[in-house]
């Protein structure tokens, strides 16, 4: 696999977090920008314009993910980011969550191959740009996986990125590689791999075995080593300084574009509820992050944590 993809990860993966990692570990082919839901009057909220504008992904490929089951809505709102200068957007077949699912998007749309099927032949024959898709392997059985990648098989994908799991699934489970693998031997368009990798050794059992697949995307890998790919890569291991400056620059960033010490202190939670196992002994300084209500009292903890302990 020689190219890495970073997964839109919603609420966490936005513009700020992108140019923070960028500009300290890079190594990303391509960042899915978490989705976009398109609504009726046909306009981008102001948190999808600030993700999606140009200006906030210079230096790197971004690409728009929509999450909707209208073709119609799709396909103004790839008009749109074709303005915007985008040439790929991806379409969400494969968020779990059970408000979307119950709406019949994301990976709930893979329960009606059928529609799903008329969804897309609208989509390939309309939309201006290159589409490119992520999904699960069913709903909930694998065996719709069988049925769903033969209307796969269909369209002139970009790439086809699986995550080989169910919606049912959620995160729980493992991958169900022998169906990924069922992808690598039936499908048509090109593969990227997602699921489970967050470290060096796992990333290599899923090389090893799929060698002719030439792409993979990592989400929550990532959140939870920000040097994950630079190890991989260049077999650099992470750096306390690093992950520190890295850190530094996403809460200056925070403090800038949100409102409010609490808005910031929630966006900071967030990262340390995935970063903070990367230090040794990290468990006290991580309840008193999540316990912190003031930013003078988180910044003493989090420097306590830098100090005071090493990465494992």
Not at 18 to 44: S, T, V
Not at 115 to 138: M, Y
Not at 213 to 220: D, Y
Not at 250 to 258: D, G, N
């Amino acid at each position: 696999m020689e190219k890495f993809y970073f997964a839109p990860l919603e609420g966490i993966s936005g513009y700020v977090y992108r140019k923070a990692y960028e500009h300290y570990f890079g190594g990303i082919d391509k960042y899915f920008i978490p989705f976009i839901k398109p609504n009726q009057k046909g306009k981008l909220s102001s948190r999808e314009k600030n993700d999606i504008l140009p200006m906030h992904n210079q230096g790197m490929c971004a690409i728009p993910q929509i999450l909707t089951n209208s073709a119609e809505d799709f396909i103004k709102t790839a008009e749109r980011l074709g303005e915007y200068g985008y040439e790929e957007v991806n379409l969400n077949l494969g968020c779990p969550s059970k408000t979307v699912v119950s709406k019949g998007r994301g990976a709930g749309f893979l329960a009606e191959p059928d529609r799903l099927n008329a969804f897309l032949e609208e989509l390939f024959e309309k939309t201006p740009i290159r589409i490119s898709v992520k999904t699960r392997i069913g709903k909930e059985s694998p065996e719709e996986w069988i049925r769903l990648l033969e209307i796969y098989n269909q369209y002139p994908m970009e790439e086809l990125i699986i995550h080989p799991r169910i919606q049912t699934d959620f995160y729980k489970n493992t991958p169900n590689l022998e169906m990924f693998e069922y992808a690598v031997k039936n499908s048509k368009n090109p593969l990227c791999y997602n699921g489970d990798i967050c470290t060096k050794e796992e990333y290599e059992i899923i090389c090893n075995r799929f060698q002719e697949v030439p792409s993979v995307m990592i989400g929550r890998g990532i959140l939870k080593n920000p040097g994950l790919v630079r190890k991989i890569r260049q077999g650099i291991p992470v750096e306390k300084d690093r992950i520190r400056a890295f850190h530094d620059e996403l809460y200056r960033e925070y403090q800038e574009v949100l409102f409010g010490e609490k808005t910031v202190l929630f966006k900071m939670k967030e990262l340390w509820f995935y970063m903070a196992p990367l230090f040794t002994q990290y468990e006290k300084y991580a309840k008193k992050i999540k316990k912190a209500e003031k930013l003078k009292l988180y910044e003493a903890v989090v420097d306590a944590l830098f100090e005071e302990q090493d990465l494992v």
